[in-house]
């Protein structure tokens, strides 16, 4: 199984803030990466697919960017509805298909 | 309109099965390259993928839950039905349906559903 593993699992910071979460994956899976964000008590929402391809609705501040092993997802100036939990997914090898466990963003 | 939708019982006794259902509407699997699959999440843990079935019928486990879970569809009620045999306290959380294609994420999801596993 591929092995997803994120960086930092929690992450203090401010309203405006800038601020980046890796996920390193324990094989190359080219671009197969999603990043989710989930507010408490509400399902994951689809940020982010194939590495860099922003969904629809999802604000500008949000992307994403890498390829094989490394990832990253960056917001540019975090907004108060930002404070959530994100996960990586990987989709490139299956089954399983798997998750990282979690970053979770607070307000600093 | 996609929609997806879990049901089943709020509470299961250890040894028991425990039977989810998803009902969705929106869009067909049986188009080609569509998936629905069962991802669960324990309380303030991570996200756990348990199970696929794509347009074709064919059918895949985490192979850690394999000899527990079964995927099935009822197209003409359009539902995803999985069921977990041997249920343990481990197993409480929230179960939540989820929809791909093939080489792609979940694009939807389901509210998911509480699970509590408790004598």
């Known amino acids: 199984a591929i092995q997803l593993t994120q960086s930092p699992s929690s992450l203090s910071a401010s309203v405006g803030d800038r601020v980046t979460i890796t996920c390193r994956t324990s094989?190359?899976?080219?671009?197969?990466l999603a990043w989710y964000q989930q507010k408490p008590g509400k399902p994951p929402k689809l940020l982010i697919s194939?590495?860099?391809s922003l969904q629809n609705g999802v604000p500008s501040r949000f992307s994403g960017s890498g390829s094989g092993t490394e990832f990253t997802l960056t917001i540019s100036s975090l907004q108060p509805g930002d404070f959530a939990d994100y996960f990586c997914q990987q989709f490139d090898s299956y089954p399983p298909i798997t998750f990282g466990q979690g970053t979770r963003l607070e307000i600093k | 309109q996609v929609t997806l939708r879990e049901s089943g019982p709020a509470l299961v006794k250890p040894t028991q099965t425990l039977t989810l259902t998803c009902t969705f509407s929106?869009?067909?699997?049986?188009?080609?390259?569509?998936?629905l699959s069962w991802v669960r999440q324990p309380p303030g843990k991570a996200l756990e993928w348990l199970a696929l079935i794509d347009w074709d019928d064919d059918k895949f486990y985490t192979p850690s839950l394999k000899t527990r879970l079964t995927i099935s569809r009822d197209t003409s009620n359009d539902q995803v039905v999985l069921t977990m045999t041997h249920m343990d306290s481990v197993d409480t959380g929230t179960y939540f349906c989820?929809?791909?294609?093939?080489?792609?994420?979940?694009?939807?999801w389901g509210q998911g559903t509480m699970v509590t596993v408790s004598s």
């Open positions: 194939d590495a860099s």
């Open positions: 929106g869009f067909s699997l049986s188009t080609n390259g569509m998936c």
């Open positions: 989820a929809r791909m294609r093939t080489g792609s994420a979940f694009d939807v």
């Open positions: 094989q190359d899976i080219s671009i197969a």
